[in-house]
């Protein structure tokens, strides 16, 4: 018994030297992580005090350690800023729906600004600013080397002031100018109306009032129409939607699924991550779907599009998206700023992250770019097409009715309509087409 008792302590003994070999260097390593941290933070505090006594100006210590706390973010990835009070103010305005700009969404690349996409009917929009397009200067001051926020800065101003910014295109041989006015937006969030059968919802972007335009538009356009059995399907146009609000395109994606998965988070760490699920309800009982994304689309549109593609509820047309498939968390600080984090990054139903590859269409089209107007064309240089009817003494059609001969005449109008709409908007006119075709052979079509 003594021996077995002497055994047993040794055995402790022994366990306790193992754990206490295992743990220190652990502790030892941790203990010097954290020295190197204090050390760094003291040199933080030497070159601060270095710059606030001997810079050859004097500095604003307020600004000086803002720009210190907006560089450590910044380093992070291209979404992660210091917000100021005043820019917290006009983040928390801007997904209200209303505020003052140009009208565009712009993140940063290679150290100038790149234009995610320009907001409909907005001052950038009238003056052809587009997706993709690169600011150099403004001003003619260059931005390379400003943080975003700073070339941000730079392009707010009073309403109704003249701003120039220098463009850089795919496309185009050299740089150019675009004068804007700069004035108050004011986002609908949600524009519907009706082409030919078809309800096209036009989303510029998502915020407070995304869900609440959608349902209201859709319902308002079905009335029209005498009932949502004479629309044969819906366009979702996400095209050059920035993004904004989780929630709403959760919403958004919900009000045409019945079940399943629309998008997941995950962050650090793995107990962090969620999972949003739709409700059952589709407020179009069904109807084929055709969604229009190009380059300009990003985060929440891709979120709407991903989920719709990934359950086979609709049809996704146009050119890759953005790929921005991160989420930024905005935590409030002291003094009434805010902090702008990516905090995780989100996966459609069937677990794809977007993040820099974005949501591929099922179908590729592109819009063609519109040729320049000449002035120089002379009328009249293209021949006019003669019809039977126009001969001299040609015979009238006598086998059909008259009410016959105007049902051919308002399906030849339509016709020539729809021809419009593909100058107009090529893209859009090949969703409709496409909806055309998917009513017609599930046999709906009158």
Do not use: C, W
């Not at 003291?42 to 004097?58: A, T």
């Not at 004068?179 to 937006?185: F, L, M």
């Not at 036009?202 to 349902?215: C, E, H, I, P, S």
């Not at 650090?268 to 949003?276: C, T």
Request: aromatic share 4%.
């Amino acid at each position: 018994m003594k021996k077995f008792l002497m055994a047993a302590a040794a055995g402790i003994l022994a366990g306790i030297v193992v754990t206490t070999q295992v743990a220190a260097p652990l502790l030892a390593q941790e203990a010097k992580q954290q020295t190197n941290v204090y050390e760094q933070l003291d040199l933080f505090g030497d070159i601060f005090e270095r710059i606030r006594s001997q810079y050859v100006e004097e500095v604003d210590e307020a600004d000086l350690i803002e720009a210190a706390i907006n560089g450590m973010l910044t380093s992070l990835d291209p979404h992660s800023s210091y917000l100021s009070p005043q820019d917290a103010a006009d983040m928390r305005v801007q997904t209200r729906g209303e505020f003052g700009g140009l009208g565009i969404e712009v993140t940063q690349e290679d150290g100038f600004v790149k234009v995610v996409s320009p907001i409909d009917g907005t001052p950038a929009d009238d003056a052809g600013v587009e997706a993709g397009d690169f600011i150099t200067h403004v001003d003619g001051e260059s931005v390379l080397g400003l943080t975003l926020d700073e070339a941000v800065e730079k392009m707010r101003g009073p309403v109704g002031s003249e701003i120039v910014i220098t463009v850089v295109r795919e496309g185009e041989a050299e740089p150019f100018d675009l004068s804007i006015i700069r004035d108050t937006i004011k986002l609908t969030a949600v524009r519907a109306r009706t082409e030919q059968q078809t309800v096209v919802l036009r989303v510029t972007t998502f915020n407070d009032q995304t869900y609440d335009n959608l349902a209201d538009g859709l319902k308002e356009e079905f009335e029209a129409a005498g009932g949502a059995e004479n629309v044969n399907g819906i366009v979702l146009d996400l095209r050059n939607n920035p993004g904004g609000l989780l929630t709403q395109a959760i919403k958004v994606s919900d009000a045409f699924l019945n079940e399943g998965e629309i998008v997941s988070t995950r962050g650090r760490d793995p107990q962090d991550g969620e999972r949003f699920n739709a409700t059952e309800g589709d407020l179009i009982d069904g109807k084929p779907m055709v969604v229009l994304i190009n380059g300009g689309s990003a985060s929440a549109s891709e979120i709407v599009a991903g989920a719709l593609q990934d359950h086979r509820r609709a049809v996704v047309v146009g050119t890759k998206s953005f790929g921005k498939g991160s989420v930024q968390t905005v935590m409030p600080l002291r003094g009434d700023g805010a902090m702008r984090l990516t905090t995780s990054r989100y996966y459609t139903p069937s677990g794809r992250s977007i993040q820099a590859l974005g949501v591929s269409p099922d179908i590729v089209v592109e819009q063609p770019r519109r040729a320049p107007e000449s002035g120089d064309e002379e009328e009249g240089t293209t021949p006019r097409t003669r019809f039977e009817a126009d001969l001299r003494g040609s015979l009238d059609n006598d086998s059909l009715s008259e009410d016959e001969i105007r049902q051919i005449e308002e399906e030849r109008a339509r016709a020539e309509e729809a021809a419009k709409l593909r100058e107009e908007d090529y893209q859009l006119a090949y969703a409709i087409d496409i909806l055309k075709g998917l009513t017609t052979l599930s046999g709906d079509a009158e």
